[in-house]
């Protein structure tokens, strides 16, 4: 099979060429091309529209929107954090870099998202904030996280990287919590090539965030803030800008892949596919499959190497938990949190991207089952 006809996991979403030229045609007479220019001006507006937030903050990426967010709430040194281990390794770096101390709890079996039960036994004096991740795009459950924050006054900041545009109840997800991290990466449904966002509540914090992207500039003589270079850059936002025109067909493409997918896969013993529930407006962003071997007779490796050995490239994501990390294992233990952990060894993410045809997902969805003993 040549380069062209693999099956990767993924594959990034682009707007019609000339769109996209047109779109950037103005910056060679501008010759401006970083520092909050047009198109970052125009994706901002556009975003806050599109989330239905008052304030957003763009960034190079979702894990510096991360690492500044927790910054500019300006939580206690060593103060401790509570959050997932079942997790991409920046949600827990960016707690780490910030001085702050990650303690992992367990994750619900229904969609592996932060068990509220297993936070709330896990609060000390020392807690500080909240980091729940919205799994696959999956909502965390929000109204009990945001009553345990409530009644210890804990910062909740929700890495929604997975959960763009997913909303709960009619209201986007953007909006719980006292912010949100979304991540534009290539790889995302809606992307901006590299690139993220804050949205926050409290308005005071916008040009604090804008000050730490910028090396803590604030005025053309003054640094205040040991801030990074994490500013978008007009190109980046210009995609986004682009992208964002095409999201709603690009999820309604990502439905259609999702739900032939869920037809094919359904009845299989020992093989569980994960659908948003009720009142939730979904975005499609991962088709992640977890399966028993002592049910489905293979194991998720065996899987995996199945369909790589016929040019099909799936993800086991995310495994290792970050607490088998070498980075962290040494502090924390995985068994404590044993929900995750079955969760690391038997979930696959399968192909899932708007131009996945369906006979394709047929023929992955037929190894699969040939998989079965």
Known sequence: MSENQRILVTRSSMPPLQEYIDEISSLWDSHWLTNMGVEHQKLEASL???????????????????????????????????????????????IVRKNLVPVFADVKIEDFTLDPQSIESLITPR??????????????????????????????????????????????IATFGDASMFSFHATKVFNTIEG?????KDSSLYPVLNHWKNFGIVGPERVVYSGGNAKMNEFCAAMGVCNLRHLDDE????????ERYWTNLSGLPGVRTFQPSAGVEYNYAYLPVTFDPDLFGASRDEVFEALAKNDIGARKYFYPLVSDYERYRSVYASERTPVAQRAANTVLTLPLYADLTIENVDRICSIVKSCAR
């Open 48 to 94: 806050k529209e599109r989330l239905g937030v008052e304030n957003i903050a763009l960034f190079t990426n979702g894990h510096n929107a991360l690492e500044c967010i927790l910054e500019a709430l300006d939580l206690p040194e060593q103060g401790e954090v509570i959050t997932t281990p079942f997790t991409f390794a920046s949600t827990t770096h960016a």
């Open 251 to 258: 999820i309604a493409k990502r439905k259609m892949v999702s």
């Open 127 to 172: 807690t500080v904030a909240i980091v729940p991740v919205h799994v696959y795009g999956l909502p965390c459950d929000v109204e009990a996280i945001q009553q345990i924050a409530d009644r210890y006054g804990l910062k909740v900041i929700y890495d929604a990287a997975h959960a763009f545009n997913v909303k709960l109840g009619g209201r986007n």
């Open 196 to 200: 993220g966002a804050v949205c926050f």
